[in-house]
Every structure is written in structure tokens, then in C-alpha cells.
């Protein structure tokens, strides 16, 4: 989008247009763009509109209902918060006795949205003017939020008492950036704010290295889902409890958090597969805190390196999917196959830790035949190359 683009949608005629397009279907598209065109619409209106359609169906994954009255860049939905998460973001500012808060890289808005619904004052600041203008519509709603377009590391924060920064991540060449100094702003000059207002948070990728981690930082990845969404860096009162690392997992409408306990993590040791084999969640993984999965479903690691934890009894936890056991083997093609195409498998899931086996390349050569349905576990037990032939495990009556 362009700003030629969002005043002709900012318009009457644009923004009735858009609140009465049909929920977006890729397939009617080009339909529905020509008949608007035959009916006289403006070309660039109809591209505008329909683009905005398109953006706003992507968006609900995101921001549910209200992304049908948002708008959107393509890299501005992209980077955006989620809102079940953006909300998580702002329970700690209200918690920790935030009164007004500047997100001083508010993209499309949806983090500051998330702030302003629980009555915060929102400075939201956007280097970018066309995204500034993005989230000025979208925060038309919240009269406590104000919208500025400028620097976020030099604007005025007289008056605030709480930040939050969620730098790009994506170098220009769009490629994801790991390393935080090719963050932008780079992630040592937001972090320098925090001398200034101690109540400091930043949204990271969740493949930070521990070592990049500041000390005084409790840093917190989040799953939706089972998708390892982000990292939190979070600072001074957004941090009752202190440094450390920690995780939240978010699956429906459960949310479970976890952190590593003060007193470190638990020791576990290393074994043969059992009954049961546990998944931790990512986020879990991320923070470092699969031992707390073992100890939880008293179990131990397939291999010291491996995030798999196997157990001889069920015990549902939301940290981990669960399977049951079926067979274990050592790695060989001829084998494999031959146990799969017993099971009459036509269908299989690959997962893999700690091989280079490709699982498509894997799959081709199994050529299998059936009707039935397999998850294959691809790992090291014990230093070893092993095959764990699994099928989701149910609670134990």
C-alpha cells in the first residue's frame, strides 16, 4: 500500500466500498474485480480494496473480529502481535502500575490496541509515516491512545512510565535478522532505554541465543498453539519475580507459564524409549526447560541433547504432546519400510531431532501403500540413530 492507496480507502466512497465487500475468496477475486470495474469503480480503488479485503481475511488469525475494521500493510500483519498475546503484553503494564505507555515501534497498532483496551494511555510511534497513518485508523477507536510518526528512541517521554519496542526483525533483503544488533532499531540502543524508564519491554525472535540475553532480563518465549510465536524481554516492574527465563504456552483458551526455579533445574538422566514419548512444547524447548517436562511426567531424556522425554505412565500436561509408544527400531530404510507397509501405512508423519535424515526425501523413498496413518520419530537414544514408530496418546481412564 501506498499513500495514494489508503486516501482513496480513507475516502467515503472507499471505505463504504470496503465494509461491503463479501468475506475474500481467492477464487472470486478476479470476478468480483471486474464487476466492480464494469460498474464504474476506479481501477485503483478496486485494487486497493480488494488488497485490503485480502489483508483483513489474513488478519483474523491474528486479531479475530476486529481485523474487520483494521487496515493493513503486507510486512505490518506480519511482524503485528497477536492479540491473544498483545493482551499478555499488557496485563503486565497494568499489573506493574502503568499509567501511559509509548510503543515506540508500534507498526500497524495491534500492540498498543491491546494496551489502550485495558485503559492505559498509549503514546504509539512509528518511524514510518504511511504506518503511523495505519495505526492512527486503527486505534480511531481508543481515545487514550495518541499516534506519532517519528523516532521512538528520540521522542519526548515526559510522561511515561512504561515502553515497549518490537524492532523489525528482517534485514533488507527479507531475510529474517537473528542477531540483535541487525534488529531495527538494533536491540543494545532500545535496551539503553531502560535507564531512563525501568519499565522496559521488548518483543525479540524467539531464535535469540541465550547468550545474547541480558542479565536483568526475564525473558519469556510464547507458543500459540504450538507455534513458538516470540521471546519478551521484560524489565524492572514488568519482572516482579526477577531475571530468568521462562515460558507461556497458549492452546485455546488455556494459558500455562512456566519458569526455571530458583534453585536451577532438575537433574534427569537418559534412557531407553518407555511407554510414552513427550513432545515439548517449543516454547518449553526454546527456554531451556525441557528437564521440567521430565520431571513433571517423571520421566527421563532419550539423550542428553535431544528435546524428547519418554516415561512409563501418562500424564497429560499442556508443556508436551503426548504418544504412546509402538515400536522402536534402529535406523534403516528396508526396515522402516517393512514395519510401515506391515501396518498397512499409506500416510506418515515425519518428525526428527538430532538427524539429517530429510523427511520428504525420506518419504519418497518409502514409497508407501495403505490406508492407514503413522507419526515416525526420527532421533538419537543414547548417542545412538533410532526409529520410534508412535500414534498420539490419549488420557489413561
Same mark, same amino acid.
Given at each position: 500500500?501506498?499513500?495514494a492507496?489508503?486516501?482513496?480507502?480513507?475516502?467515503?466512497?472507499?471505505?463504504?466500498?470496503?465494509?461491503?465487500?463479501?468475506?475474500?475468496?481467492?477464487?472470486?477475486?478476479?470476478?468480483?474485480?471486474?464487476?466492480?470495474?464494469?460498474? %464504474?469503480?476506479?481501477?485503483?480503488?478496486?485494487?486497493?480494496?480488494?488488497? @485490503?479485503?485480502?489483508?483483513?481475511?489474513?488478519?483474523?488469525?491474528?486479531?479475530?473480529?476486529?481485523?474487520d475494521?483494521?487496515?493493513?500493510?503486507?510486512?505490518?500483519?506480519?511482524?503485528?502481535?497477536?492479540?491473544?498475546?498483545?493482551?499478555?503484553?499488557? @496485563?503486565?503494564?497494568?499489573?506493574?502500575?502503568?499509567?501511559?505507555?509509548?510503543?515506540?515501534?508500534?507498526?500497524?497498532?495491534?500492540?498498543?490496541?491491546?494496551?489502550?483496551?485495558? %485503559?492505559?494511555? $498509549?503514546?504509539?510511534?512509528?518511524?514510518?509515516?504511511?504506518?503511523a497513518?495505519?495505526?492512527?485508523?486503527?486505534?480511531?477507536?481508543?481515545?487514550?491512545?495518541?499516534?506519532?510518526?517519528?523516532?521512538?528512541?528520540?521522542?519526548?517521554?515526559? %510522561?511515561?512510565?512504561?515502553?515497549?519496542?518490537?524492532?523489525? +526483525?528482517?534485514?533488507?533483503?527479507g531475510?529474517?535478522?537473528?542477531?540483535?544488533?541487525?534488529?531495527?532499531?538494533?536491540?543494545?540502543?532500545?535496551?539503553?532505554?531502560?535507564?531512563?524508564?525501568?519499565?522496559?519491554?521488548?518483543?525479540?525472535?524467539?531464535?535469540?541465543?541465550?547468550?545474547?540475553?541480558?542479565?536483568?532480563?526475564?525473558?519469556?518465549?510464547?507458543?500459540?498453539? +504450538?507455534?513458538?510465536?516470540?521471546?519478551?524481554?521484560?524489565?524492572?516492574?514488568?519482572?516482579?519475580?526477577?531475571?530468568?527465563?521462562?515460558?507461556?504456552?497458549?492452546?485455546?483458551?488455556?494459558?500455562?507459564? $512456566?519458569?526455571?526455579?530458583?534453585?536451577?533445574?532438575?537433574?534427569?538422566?537418559?534412557?531407553?524409549?518407555?511407554?510414552?514419548?513427550?513432545?515439548?512444547?517449543?516454547?518449553?524447548i526454546?527456554?531451556?526447560?525441557?528437564?521440567?517436562?521430565?520431571?513433571?511426567?517423571q520421566?527421563r531424556?532419550?539423550? +542428553?541433547?535431544?528435546?524428547?522425554?519418554?516415561?512409563?505412565?501418562?500424564?497429560?500436561?499442556?508443556?508436551?504432546?503426548?504418544y504412546?509408544?509402538?515400536?522402536?527400531?534402529?535406523?534403516?530404510?528396508?526396515?522402516?519400510?517393512?514395519?510401515?507397509?506391515?501396518?498397512?501405512?499409506?500416510?506418515?508423519?515425519?518428525?526428527?531431532?538430532?538427524?539429517?535424515?530429510?523427511?520428504?526425501?525420506?518419504?519418497?523413498?518409502?514409497?508407501?501403500?495403505?490406508?492407514?496413518?503413522?507419526?515416525?520419530?526420527?532421533?538419537?537414544?543414547?548417542?545412538?540413530? @533410532?526409529?520410534?514408530?508412535?500414534?498420539?496418546?490419549?488420557?489413561?481412564?
Open positions: 500500500m501506498d499513500a492507496a489508503l486516501t482513496q480507502l480513507l475516502s467515503p466512497e472507499g471505505w463504504a466500498l470496503l465494509g461491503a465487500l463479501p468475506p475474500y475468496d481467492e477464487r472470486l477475486a478476479l470476478v468480483l474485480s471486474e464487476r466492480l470495474r464494469s460498474e %464504474g469503480v476506479a481501477p485503483d480503488l478496486v485494487a486497493a480494496a480488494l488488497t @485490503q479485503s485480502r489483508l483483513r481475511s489474513a488478519g483474523r488469525a491474528k486479531f479475530d473480529d476486529f481485523a475494521g483494521m487496515l493493513f500493510t503486507q510486512a505490518g500483519l506480519e511482524q503485528a502481535t497477536r492479540f491473544s498475546v498483545a493482551a499478555r503484553h499488557a @496485563q503486565r503494564y497494568a499489573a506493574a502500575g502503568c499509567t501511559t505507555v509509548a510503543d515506540l515501534t508500534c507498526g500497524i497498532g495491534g500492540d498498543s490496541m491491546a494496551l489502550a483496551a485495558l %485503559g492505559l494511555g $498509549v503514546v504509539a510511534i512509528d518511524s514510518d509515516e504511511l504506518t497513518a495505519l495505526a492512527t485508523v486503527n486505534l480511531r477507536h481508543f481515545p487514550e491512545a495518541e499516534v506519532r510518526h517519528g523516532d521512538g528512541l528520540t521522542t519526548d517521554l515526559s %510522561g511515561v512510565d512504561g515502553l515497549f519496542a518490537d524492532p523489525a +526483525r528482517r534485514t533488507t533483503a531475510r529474517r535478522a537473528h542477531d540483535p544488533a541487525a534488529y531495527s532499531p538494533p536491540l543494545d540502543a532500545v535496551l539503553a532505554l531502560r535507564e531512563k524508564v525501568p519499565a522496559l519491554g521488548v518483543k525479540v525472535g524467539p531464535g535469540i541465543p541465550h547468550a545474547a540475553l541480558p542479565e536483568d532480563a526475564e525473558t519469556q518465549w510464547v507458543s500459540v498453539d +504450538r507455534d513458538v510465536v516470540e521471546a519478551g524481554l521484560w524489565f524492572g516492574p514488568l519482572a516482579p519475580e526477577g531475571p530468568g527465563r521462562g515460558a507461556l504456552v497458549l492452546r485455546g483458551t488455556r494459558a500455562t507459564a $512456566v519458569r526455571e526455579p530458583a534453585d536451577g533445574l532438575p537433574e534427569v538422566d537418559a534412557g531407553a524409549p518407555a511407554t510414552y514419548l513427550y513432545e515439548p512444547d517449543g516454547a518449553v526454546r527456554a531451556g526447560l525441557v528437564a521440567m517436562v521430565a520431571a513433571e511426567v520421566g531424556l532419550l539423550d +542428553r541433547t535431544i528435546a524428547y522425554v519418554t516415561a512409563d505412565h501418562l500424564v497429560p500436561t499442556p508443556l508436551a504432546t503426548a504412546r509408544v509402538l515400536d522402536v527400531m534402529p535406523f534403516g530404510l528396508k526396515r522402516l519400510r517393512t514395519a510401515l507397509r506391515e501396518r498397512g501405512v499409506g500416510r506418515v508423519t515425519i518428525k526428527k531431532r538430532g538427524t539429517a535424515v530429510v523427511p520428504e526425501q525420506l518419504r519418497r523413498q518409502l514409497d508407501l501403500r495403505g490406508d492407514a496413518e503413522a507419526t515416525v520419530v526420527l532421533t538419537r537414544v543414547r548417542g545412538a540413530q @533410532q526409529v520410534l514408530l508412535v500414534e498420539p496418546a490419549g488420557e489413561e481412564p
